[in-house]
């Protein structure tokens, strides 16, 4: 079973970029497809990116789309989500998560993921 770490959020005014990474440990790194699913205060989860494991497929929320971009580096265990154009209504905390490892395909549900990290916090000021 793979573990997750999240890192790089933090505070950026609107307009600028973040870049946040996580690291994955364990076995089979990169049979897990991957994603990044946002919450913020009052509100429900909301998908944002998802990856496959192997052949790169990327899917995006709509919200996000044109603004963030998803990657992996599965010789490093680890997922990237680079945020440009940030907005105040990106503030959330951040949370990255893989699917069963016989899952490879990325999928928009949260439930279909097994493992979540702890999250990061975005702040995107206005």
């Known amino acids: 079973q793979v573990q997750l770490v999240e890192s790089g959020g933090g505070l950026v005014q609107s307009g600028g970029s973040l870049r946040l990474a996580c690291a994955g440990s364990?076995?089979?790194?990169?049979?897990?497809?991957m994603g990044w699913f946002r919450q913020a205060p009052g509100k429900e989860r909301e998908f944002v990116a998802a990856i496959s494991g192997r052949s790169g497929i990327t899917d995006y929320g709509d919200s996000v789309k044109g603004r963030f971009t998803i990657s992996r580096d599965n010789a490093r265990n680890s997922m990237y989500l680079q945020m440009n154009s940030l907005k105040p209504e990106d503030t959330a905390v951040y949370s990255c998560a893989a699917r069963g490892s016989t899952y490879s395909s990325p999928s928009r549900v949260p439930g279909n993921y097994a493992t979540w990290g702890q999250g990061t916090q975005v702040t995107v000021s206005s």
């Open positions: 364990g076995r089979s790194f990169v049979n897990y497809a």
